[in-house]
Structures are given as structure tokens and as C-alpha cells.
């Protein structure tokens, strides 16, 4: 078993759609979770950063983290053809112990004019 | 104000022969750490490092890969007798300190013939 666990899609959606990206994860010790956003042939850019339970928002993307179900969600409002990229999440554990980063799989998101 | 920088951006190698892809960390930045991304996957840690020091190096496999961080000059990420399997994007990242956000590069993709 992986410890991050992310749908790889594709996803295609309409633009303005509310788009719902997840990952599920099995190791209890991490802390800190994060979405990067990848561009094709591009390196990964942070989107999001939380830390252990709760929501953030940031203009169109939320961030929500439900640590007792080990799940971590990333929804993007009224969503562009510019959104249309590979989202990665990713998660690490006390991170003062390195900074080593586990990252799920990518889910590839289409946004259609 | 340079983001990470990677070169070169595209290698190709013969199996058998050296690969060198080297790094150069955002200014002010003295963590490095090295990524794999193989085709459909996500991003694998490999090492981390600080300048002079190997921090953690469990994701790197045992032979023919290695990875410095002078007190000068870029890090360096080493694959001795590339073999096809060592075909991949290979990414790396720096951070202010370990507990801080870490920034990527545009990766350097290796191919070995």
C-alpha cells in the first residue's frame, strides 16, 4: 500500500465548474500538507500549504484536511482553462526531522473553454 | 530574484556512461533536496542535503547514484553506468531552513539510451 493515495484521472470539466481533488494517506504521523500545481514539463509550483486539521482558502482554491479520516481535499472554484495542469499533493511529518516530502501520484485536470 | 535553477534542462546519455545534473538553490537558500519523477508517478524523495552535509539520503538507491552540496558551487546529483531504468525527470528543490517552504526547479529530464 502507498502512503499517499491520489486518482490519477484525467479530469475534464467545464470551465466555472467546482473541481474536487483528494488524496487519502495511511501514516498517521504527518503534520503538514500541501498541493503543488505542475505545469506541463514545468516544475511543481506550492499551491497550498496547511497544517494538521481544518480549512484554508485562498482566492478560488480551499485547502481542507480531516486528519481522523487521513484525507485531504483541494476545491477550486469557478475554474479556468488556466487551471488545467497536473495537482500534486504532498505531506511530510515533524518538520524539523528533514523535510522529506511524500507525494501522491498527480491527478491531471482539463478545464474546458 | 532567481528561482532554483537546473542544468542542463535535457540529458541524454548511453547506458553505461555518467550523468551530472546540477543545482543551484534560490538565493539565501542552504537546503537542497533531489526529486524522481518517473512517467505516470508522482515525485519520489531522494536526498537532502545541506551545504557540505548529506541530511538524509534514504531514497536514494544503493549503487551508482550519489549527491554533494559544496560550501561553493551548485549541488550536484551523480548517476554513475546510467541504465534505461535511470530515465526519468529528476527535480530538485530549496528551502530557508528545514521547516520552510521548499521551492522547485524546472527539473532536468535524463534519458538514457
Known amino acids: 500500500q502507498k502512503e499517499v493515495e491520489q486518482d490519477p484521472g484525467p479530469l475534464s470539466v467545464p470551465e466555472g465548474a467546482i473541481v474536487s481533488l483528494n488524496c487519502t494517506y495511511s501514516n498517521s504521523a504527518f503534520q503538514y500538507f500541501m498541493w503543488y500545481r505542475q505545469y506541463s514539463r514545468k516544475g511543481p509550483e506550492l499551491l497550498m500549504y496547511?497544517?494538521?486539521?481544518g480549512n484554508k482558502e485562498d482566492g478560488r482554491f480551499t485547502a481542507q484536511v480531516d486528519k481522523s479520516s487521513k484525507y485531504i481535499s483541494l476545491f477550486i472554484r469557478d475554474s479556468q482553462p488556466s487551471d488545467s495542469a497536473t495537482y500534486l499533493c504532498?505531506?511530510?511529518?515533524?518538520?524539523?526531522?528533514?523535510?522529506?516530502?511524500?507525494f501522491g501520484q498527480g491527478t491531471e485536470l482539463s478545464v474546458k473553454p | 530574484n532567481a528561482g532554483v535553477m537546473q542544468n542542463p534542462r535535457h540529458l541524454v546519455r548511453r547506458r553505461g556512461q555518467e550523468a551530472r545534473l546540477r543545482c543551484s538553490p534560490m538565493k539565501g537558500h542552504s537546503h537542497v533536496y533531489w526529486y524522481r519523477q518517473l512517467p505516470e508517478e508522482g515525485l519520489k524523495f531522494m536526498v537532502y542535503l545541506q551545504k557540505e552535509n548529506i541530511i538524509d539520503e534514504s531514497g536514494m538507491p544503493k549503487e551508482r547514484f550519489s549527491a554533494e552540496f559544496p560550501k561553493e558551487g551548485p549541488s550536484i546529483l551523480r548517476i554513475q553506468q546510467v541504465v534505461r531504468g535511470d530515465s526519468a525527470a529528476y527535480f530538485c528543490?530549496?528551502?530557508?531552513?528545514?521547516?520552510?517552504?521548499?521551492?522547485f526547479g524546472p527539473g532536468t529530464r535524463l534519458l538514457v539510451l
Open positions: 504532498a505531506m511530510t511529518g515533524i518538520y524539523n526531522q528533514g523535510g522529506k516530502l511524500i
Open positions: 496547511t497544517y494538521s486539521s
Open positions: 528543490a530549496s528551502s530557508q531552513g528545514s521547516q520552510e517552504t521548499q521551492y
